[in-house]
């Protein structure tokens, strides 16, 4: 855009900024509207682009929602549902060499003295507990 003349009013005419041009883009004036003390009323100059171009750019400005990234991509069993008892932060896991999942504190309050267990430990220890709950029924 600066190369075609299209600068801010600044003394080093510098390229728009992202909110200029977002205030170009919502703007009416373009396709013969104007906003006079919060209405839209036609104006006495001659539009520059057509109505519908105007509105399928603000369709595609409205419908642009760009996703987060997915950190929690991979399914583990205990996914935030453990904390430590050490320091109350949650336990995350990870796989190792491709078929190991252990878990671990995330140390985010500090330096935690927890250390890896195995899935398979924490999956016999649940195990237990929800052995002496049938029981108890």
Do not use: W
Not at 9 to 36: A, C, D, R, W
């Amino acid at each position: 855009m600066k190369n075609n003349g299209l600068t801010n009013n600044t003394k080093k005419e510098g390229p728009l900024s992202k909110s200029q041009v977002h205030k170009m883009l919502k703007n009416p004036f373009y396709y013969g509207y104007m906003h006079i003390r919060g209405n839209v009323q036609p104006h006495r100059y001659g539009p520059i682009i057509d109505e519908y171009l105007f509105q399928k750019c603000q369709d595609v400005r409205m419908g642009y929602n760009k996703q987060p990234y997915k950190y929690a991509g991979k399914p583990y069993a205990f996914r935030a549902l453990i904390k430590c008892a050490y320091c109350g932060c949650t336990i995350t896991s990870d796989t190792k060499k491709g078929k190991y999942t252990y878990l671990f504190c995330t140390k985010y309050k500090g330096n935690c003295d927890n250390t890896r267990i195995r899935e398979e430990a924490i999956i016999k220890q649940i195990k237990k507990v929800f052995k002496k709950l049938v029981r108890a029924c």
